[in-house]
């Protein structure tokens, strides 16, 4: 108990917590802090038992310490813990991790060439400057605007900052970084321009197509975009969205760089989270989190052969490749990843994802009985309760934000662990090999926990 103790207290006196206000954190419940994971199971400094209703971060695609992964990783460590890959040195399990990625999308789309980042920020800092690279090696040195959603998240570097469509991650961060546009979302439940899909006609559509024309196409390199936006409410998009915003990037010479950090390695029921929908081709791809299962840092972009061979032919012959991190193509990440996707294969946890996946959604529905739940979405493993103080409005449960914390607490106090979002949501993404009897006991629990939460501030 003494140790227990001086750990929460070094941790209030030395820990920076991410998304955590400081005076917060001090007042309104003690780190909770955890010591052992397995599976779908994580346990507490007080012993207690939760279940992981969300992958730690949308991470932990097949459970926590997943024997596999850490034999792979001791083995890498005790081989070759750390080399560089800048001037054309390599190891082997970023090569067989490369050669591995390029065998996974369609062989038409010539997503053939790949480099590994820590996360998911480094992998979409890289893909937008590769963008840029890209047009100014043809000349066009003004296509270097970069369109996103509002809602999206991209990340926390300044670029990724920028690029991120939660506006909350702006403020008191100026200046940002210029020529970053933002579009509508494919936010139905909430539809800015306040019309009904599908009569709408996908007036997000027609938006992303006047910002074109206003800031002019010849100025943009790329379009960033997840296949289902996660952190911003967990929005998944119609049908027809994605389909026609490659065609709109065809015709405006806009490369689509997909984010699919939370939407890979079978988050939604496919393998990557484009495969929804016919097939959209991607000219770039930012993934991380299941990529690793977050058992070790690890991301990586994949880029279209051409776009990377492009800068060969193009780029004078004294000037290399200018960017690339330390940790860029880390062995013993790479071991993580290799081993990670073999799992994912081998224990068809796709599948497994599509079929529990649907059953989660199921499930999750029956809390629209409750008058404060005013949208249930998602697909496959990642879902969203959208909280609302009145139907009719969907104005939020005041104080803002106040409700998805406090369903997070409950939940916790229960032994579920899920997570808020500044959009008035929780949000639910169990492990891929989460099964009926721990589905149920997370949405048992949130239902508890919606009852007790409307007591508290509805009534
Ligand atoms: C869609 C998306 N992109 C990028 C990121 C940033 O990844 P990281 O936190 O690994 O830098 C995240 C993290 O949640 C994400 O959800």
Redesign the pocket.
């Known amino acids: 108990m003494a140790q227990a103790k001086s750990l929460v207290d070094l941790d209030k006196a030395h820990l920076i917590h991410p998304l955590t206000h400081p005076r917060h954190f001090e007042t309104h419940h003690p780190p909770r802090i955890i010591v052992e994971g397995k599976g779908v199971m994580i346990r507490d400094l007080d012993g207690r038992e939760i279940v992981d209703g969300f992958s730690g971060?949308?991470c932990v695609a097949v459970g926590h310490n997943h024997p596999k992964i850490i034999e792979a990783v001791t083995k890498q460590m005790n081989t070759l813990s750390y080399f560089t890959s800048f001037h054309g040195v390599s190891t082997p399990p970023s090569i067989e991790l490369a050669a591995k990625l390029a065998g996974m999308f369609d062989p038409s789309y010539n997503l053939t060439r790949a480099w590994f980042t820590?996360?998911?920020?480094?992998?979409?800092e890289t893909n937008i400057k590769m963008a840029r690279l890209h047009w100014a090696l043809q000349g066009k040195t003004d296509k270097h605007k970069i369109l996103s959603r509002r809602y999206?998240?991209?990340?926390?570097g300044l670029a990724?900052t920028a690029a991120t469509g939660i506006f909350p991650f702006h403020i008191n961060m100026d200046p940002l970084p210029e020529g970053f546009v933002k579009v509508a979302a494919p936010y139905c439940y909430q539809c800015e321009f306040d019309l009904e899909y599908p009569a709408c006609g996908l007036a997000c559509v027609k938006d992303i197509e006047e910002v074109i024309e206003e800031e002019g196409p010849e100025t943009i390199a790329a379009f960033l975009a997840?296949p289902v936006i996660?952190?911003g409410g967990v929005i998944p998009p119609p049908a027809e969205y994605f389909p026609r915003l490659r065609e709109i990037c065809d015709r405006n010479e806009i490369l689509l760089i997909l984010?699919?950090?939370?939407t890979g390695f079978g988050r939604t029921g496919t393998m990557f989270g484009h495969e929804h929908w016919g097939g959209i081709r991607p000219d770039m791809l930012?993934l991380?989190?299941g990529l690793s299962s977050g058992h070790i840092?690890l991301?990586a972009c994949v880029v279209r052969a051409d776009i990377y061979e492009g800068i060969g032919t193009s780029q004078d012959e004294r000037l290399p490749l200018m960017h690339g991190f330390t940790y860029m193509n880390h062995p013993v990440g790479c071991a993580a990843g290799l081993a990670n996707i073999q799992i994912i294969e081998e224990e068809g946890l796709v599948e497994k994802a599509a079929q529990n996946g649907d059953y989660l959604q199921e499930r999750l529905q029956s809390l629209t009985r409750y008058d404060s739940v005013g949208d249930v979405r998602g697909m496959g493993m990642l879902a969203a309760v959208e909280l609302v103080a009145d139907k009719e409005t969907k104005m939020p449960i005041e104080p803002e934000n106040t409700a998805p914390e406090m369903l997070v607490d409950l939940c916790w106090e229960k032994g579920v662990f899920i997570r808020s979002s500044t959009m008035e949501t929780v949000c639910i993404a169990p492990a891929l090999i989460a099964d009926r009897e721990t589905i149920d006991r997370i949405v048992d629990t949130l239902d508890e926990s919606v009852q007790e939460m409307e007591q508290k501030l509805l009534k």
């Open positions: 971060l949308w820590c996360g998911g920020s480094e992998s979409n999206s998240y991209h990340g926390m990724t997840e996660g952190s984010d699919e950090v939370i930012s991380a989190k840092p991301g």
